[in-house]
C-alpha cells in the first residue's frame, strides 16, 4: 500500500512539474542604465508576463514601436504606476518611451512565444578584418 501511494505522489510530482516547466518567460527587457532613467522604475513582473513602470512624478505617455515599425501602444497615462500585460503585444521585439518630468526614457522589451520550439541565434555574421 505505502509503494502504491509513493507511486501515486510521485506520478502527480511529475505532471505538476511539466506543467510548470511550460510556463516559460513571456518577456525579457533590457533596462535603461542611464542616469537620467534612474528615477523611472521599470522592469517586469516575477512571472514576466507583465510591464511594470513606476515613477515618482506623473508619467505623461507612453508608447512602443514593435519591429514591423508599427505603434502597437499610444496613449497618455498621467498616472505615476502604469502595468501594461505583455499578452496584448505581438512577438518580438518592443521600443517603449516614455514621458515623464520632460524627459523620454527608451527601453526594450522582447517577448516571446511560450510554446515555441526555436532556439535563439545569433543574428550577426562574422567579419574578418585586416590587422
Known sequence: MRHLVYGFLFAFFILNTNILSAQNKVGVIEKNNNLAAKGLFHDLNETNDTLLIRSSKKI????????????????????????????SLSFGKHVFAVSYFQKKIVFVVRVHDPNSTYLTTRRTTEVATNN
Open 60 to 87: 505623461q505617455h507612453i508608447y512602443s514601436i514593435n519591429r514591423k515599425s508599427e505603434r502597437e501602444i499610444d496613449r497618455p497615462v498621467n498616472e505615476k504606476t502604469v502595468k501594461i500585460p505583455l499578452q
